[in-house]
C-alpha cells in the first residue's frame, strides 16, 4: 500500500509537470495580470491614497511625531516605551508604533507611487489628460511623503533612501543614501512635475485628490525647510494672489476646519477623506477586502474614560490664548475649539458639552482631570458621545489660513514690505475678531525681527495641535541653539532630555541601517 501511494504521487507530479499547469489565486492579482487598463492605474493610485489610513500614518501614529514631540503637547501615557519617545529618550530604534510603522508608512506609499509612475508609461488611455492627472496625483503624493521624510529623520547624514521609478524595489535591494536636503529636493522636483500636471480643482466623488495648489502648497513647505523664501513666496502667490484666488480663502466659522459636515470646503488646500463606512473595533483591517477608513486620532487622544488619552495640551496653550481679548471683549474664539480645560464652561457660552460628560467644577475637580488640557480637535464632540477607530472627520492637512501665514513669513524672510506681511497675520487675526497686530503687538508691527517673532506664537494660535509646530520648530532653528531649546524647555520639561544636534530628528530604524550598508545613522544614535 505504501509502494502504491508513491507511485500515485509520482505519476500525478509527473502529469501536472507535462501539462504546465499554473494554479492562481483569484484574490492574489499578479504584475504581469495588472497594469493593463486604465482602470489598472486608476487603482495603483488610489493604492498611494491607501496609505492615509495606515496607522503609522495621519490616521494614528503620525500625530505622536509631529504634535506630541513637540512644546504643544506630551505624553503620560502608562506605555512607557510610547511615551518615552515624545521625550527623545529613545531606546528601541526599531519601536514600531513610535518609529519604524511611520518611516515604513512613507516608503511604501513612495514604492506604490513608484509602481504607478513605472508601470503606467505603457498603458494606453482615451484622453492624454486623464493619464496626466493620475501621472501628477502619483508624483504630488512621493513628494509629499518625501517631504515628511525629511522633516522627520533628515539630517546632514546620508541617512534617507530616493528611489526612482526606474528602480522597481526588488528583495535585497540596496538604496543609496542622501541627506535630509536632497530628500527636500526630490520632494520639490516631484512636486514641480505634480503642479503641471494636477487639475486645479476636482467635483463630485473625486473631491480630496491632490490640486495644483496642493502641490505648490506642499513644495512651498519644503522650500522654508531649506530657507529658500523667494521661491517659497512665488509658490504661495499662485494660492492667495494668482489663480488660486478664485478656490481658497477662509471660512467664516473658524470651527468648521474641523467638523465632518463642513468639509472640503474654501479653506482646505488638501484634505484626507475619513469614513465610518467600514467600521473595525480595533481600526486594524490593512488588508481586508474593505478596510477601515477612519480615523483614529481621537481615539488615542480624548479624556479619561473617553478614549486612551495618550497624550494632552500642554497648558501654556490655554494661557497664550488668554492674553489677548478679542474685539468685543471676550476670548479668542479659536480656544473654544482647540482645547478641553478647566475653565472652558465659564470662557464661552454654550460650551459645556465634552462629549457625553458636563464641564464643570466637578467634572474638573476629579484626579484623572485636575489641570489637565485635553485636545478636542478632530473629536467627536459635537457628533457623538464616545471615541472609536472610526472618525469619519477628514483631517485638513493644509489650511488656507497656513498659506497666509506662511506667505506672510517668506515676505518678512526674503525682505519684503513688513506692512504687507502684517497685513496677511492680520486677515487671519479679523476672523477669530481679533485686533489688528499694531494693537497689542506694536513692535510687532514695524519691525522684522519682532514680527518672525510675534509670528511663531500667531501659528500657534491659529494652527496649534494639527501638526505643524514640529517642521515650525526645526525650520525657526529653535532646535539648533541653547537659547531656543531654553525657551523650549520653559513651556515643555520634555526638553530637558533634548541633545542639541542629535534629537532635532529621529534615529532611523536599526533594522534599515544593519540591512543596507548605503544607509547612515542620524548624529549620535
Known amino acids: 500500500m505504501k509502494k502504491y501511494n508513491i507511485l500515485l504521487i509520482c505519476l500525478v507530479a509527473t502529469f501536472f509537470s507535462a501539462c504546465d499547469v499554473e494554479l492562481e489565486n483569484p484574490n492574489n492579482i499578479l504584475v504581469k495580470d495588472h497594469w493593463k487598463t486604465e482602470q489598472d492605474a486608476q487603482y495603483g493610485v488610489n ?3 491607501n496609505e492615509f489610513y495606515k496607522t503609522g500614518s495621519y490616521t494614528r501614529w503620525w500625530w505622536f511625531r509631529t504634535d506630541v514631540t513637540s512644546d504643544e503637547a506630551f505624553s503620560a501615557s ?3 516605551v510610547l511615551k518615552e519617545f515624545t521625550q527623545f529618550r529613545y531606546g528601541d530604534y526599531d519601536f514600531f508604533e513610535g518609529n519604524k510603522n511611520t518611516y515604513h508608512n512613507c516608503y511604501q506609499a513612495i514604492y506604490r507611487a513608484n509602481q504607478v509612475l513605472y508601470h503606467i508609461v505603457d498603458i494606453p488611455f482615451e484622453d492624454p489628460y486623464e493619464k496626466e492627472k493620475l501621472i501628477g496625483q502619483a508624483y504630488f503624493l512621493r513628494g509629499l511623503f518625501y517631504y515628511n521624510l525629511a522633516m522627520l529623520w533628515g539630517s546632514t547624514a546620508k541617512s534617507l533612501a530616493i528611489i526612482p521609478e526606474s528602480e522597481i524595489y526588488t528583495p535585497g535591494m540596496k538604496p543609496q543614501g542622501y541627506t535630509g536636503k536632497e530628500v527636500y529636493e526630490q520632494a520639490i522636483s516631484d512636486l514641480g512635475r505634480a503642479q503641471e500636471l494636477l487639475p486645479e480643482e476636482w467635483n463630485g466623488s473625486d473631491k480630496g485628490r491632490a490640486t495644483k495648489g496642493a502641490a505648490l502648497a506642499v513644495r512651498a513647505k519644503c522650500y522654508m525647510q531649506l530657507h529658500q523664501w523667494t521661491e517659497a513666496k512665488n509658490d504661495l502667490f499662485w494660492l492667495i494672489e494668482g489663480r488660486g484666488k478664485s478656490y481658497y480663502g477662509l471660512v467664516d ?3 468648521h476646519n474641523f467638523l465632518s459636515s463642513t468639509e472640503n470646503n474654501k479653506e482646505s488646500v488638501f484634505e484626507i477623506q475619513y469614513s465610518d463606512k467600514n467600521p473595525s473595533p480595533a481600526g486594524d483591517g490593512d488588508f481586508e477586502v474593505n ?5 483614529h486620532r481621537a481615539q488615542f487622544f480624548a479624556p479619561p474614560g473617553i478614549g486612551w488619552n495618550d497624550a494632552e495640551v ?3 496653550i490655554v494661557d497664550e490664548f488668554k492674553k489677548e481679548r478679542n474685539k468685543d471683549g471676550g476670548y479668542d474664539i479659536r480656544l473654544k475649539y482647540t482645547a478641553f480645560y478647566s475653565e472652558m464652561h465659564n470662557d464661552f457660552n454654550d460650551n459645556t458639552k465634552i462629549y457625553n460628560l458636563t464641564s464643570n467644577n466637578a467634572t474638573w475637580a476629579q ?3 485636575k489641570g489637565r488640557v485635553f485636545f478636542r480637535k478632530y473629536s467627536s464632540t459635537d457628533e457623538r458621545n464616545t471615541e472609536d477607530y472610526y472618525n469619519k472627520i477628514n483631517v485638513r492637512v493644509i489650511r488656507f489660513a497656513d498659506i497666509l501665514l506662511m506667505y506672510a513669513e517668506c ?4 525682505g519684503g514690505s513688513l506692512s504687507e506681511a502684517v497685513g496677511y497675520v492680520n486677515r487671519v487675526r479679523a476672523r477669530a475678531k481679533m485686533p489688528d497686530l499694531a494693537v497689542n503687538h506694536a513692535q510687532a508691527a514695524s519691525n522684522k525681527e519682532s514680527f518672525l517673532k510675534r509670528l511663531q506664537m500667531e501659528r500657534t494660535l491659529e494652527l496649534s495641535t494639527e501638526g505643524h509646530r514640529w517642521a515650525d520648530l526645526k525650520r525657526w532653528g ?8 531654553e525657551e523650549l524647555k520653559s513651556r515643555d520639561a520634555d526638553f530637558n532630555n533634548f541633545v542639541i544636534g542629535q534629537h532635532d530628528c529621529l534615529p532611523i530604524p536599526s533594522s534599515e541601517v544593519n540591512n543596507n550598508p548605503n544607509i547612515e545613522q542620524n548624529p549620535e544614535y
Open 47 to 49: 493604492a498611494i491614497y
Open 78 to 80: 502608562p506605555w512607557a
Open 253 to 255: 466659522d473658524y470651527s
Open 291 to 295: 478596510p477601515n477608513l477612519g480615523l
Open 314 to 316: 500642554r497648558p501654556w
Open 367 to 369: 484626579d484623572s482631570w
Open 411 to 414: 515676505i518678512a524672510q526674503s
Open 478 to 485: 529653535m532646535l539648533d541653539s541653547n537659547e531656543g531649546v
